[in-house]
């Protein structure tokens, strides 16, 4: 089993217990170290605090000395939140509902690559989003099979 994966399962069932999930696991080489970092955010999808990035960071620490996963590395361990505009796996939007985010589009839609709105809806094909033109609110359905990327926004 690769050590990502070996991490995410050590590590999942206490962050669950701490109302966190995992956004992303990368294990690599940076310069001249090796570096574990981990990206979460809060399973509510609330921000996440300072206080509780160094809970999770001390949580893993304390799980990753006890199991020796890495035993044969020197490597550092860095945790962070996945940030407020974070990119959105395409799989998991069904998870967004009713966040405000940014899809970018394969094919252009009434001459628009980019949206941004209220994700209202997820289906198997589609998606709902609410966007606003000027002083005027319109849904818009979307294939999923159109959508290229996605990502959390934040609404002005």
Do not use: C, W
Not at 130 to 156: C, G, M, P, V, Y
């Amino acid at each position: 089993m690769p050590v990502i994966d070996e991490v995410r399962e050590l590590i999942e069932p206490s962050l669950s217990e701490m109302n966190i999930s995992i956004f992303e696991i990368t294990y690599g080489k940076e310069g001249k170290d090796k570096v574990l970092r981990i990206l979460v955010e809060k399973k509510d999808e609330t921000n996440i605090s300072l206080d509780e990035i160094v809970q999770v960071s001390e949580k893993i620490s304390l799980l990753l000395d006890e199991k020796d996963l890495i035993s044969d590395d020197n490597y550092m361990l860095d945790v962070a939140s996945a940030g407020a505009e974070h990119p959105i796996h395409l799989d998991e939007l069904a998870k967004y509902e009713n966040k405000y985010v940014n899809l970018h589009l394969i094919n252009a839609l009434d001459g628009e690559n980019t949206y941004e709105g209220t994700l209202l809806e997820v289906s198997d094909e589609s998606i709902l989003l609410s966007i606003r033109i000027k002083t005027r609110t319109k849904n818009i359905t979307i294939e999923k099979s159109n959508i290229d990327r996605a990502r959390l926004a934040i609404k002005f």
